[in-house]
């Protein structure tokens, strides 16, 4: 799940993770989502994994 440090802190994305975990889907929260995010911080959304950009986000 990706969100923003103050949606963690506030609780509003607890529904979520909780839905996923009832249909048996395990999450993983990334909360270090910036306005405008430099590439670095796209790439680190997929730890362990080839260096690509996650589907729907273009380099500008």
């Given at each position: 799940?990706?969100?923003?440090?103050?949606?963690?802190?506030?609780?509003?994305?607890?529904?979520?993770?909780?839905?996923?975990?009832?249909?048996?889907?395990?999450?993983?929260?990334?909360?270090g989502v910036?306005?405008?995010?430099?590439?670095?911080?796209?790439?680190?959304?997929?730890?362990?994994?080839?260096?690509?950009?996650?589907?729907?986000?273009?380099?500008?």
């Amino acid at each position: 799940m990706i969100s923003d440090d103050g949606a963690v802190k506030a609780g509003l994305v607890q529904p979520g993770l909780a839905n996923l975990a009832n249909a048996g889907a395990g999450a993983t929260i990334f909360a270090g989502v910036v306005a405008d995010p430099p590439e670095s911080i796209i790439y680190r959304l997929r730890p362990g994994r080839s260096a690509t950009l996650l589907p729907g986000l273009a380099r500008q």
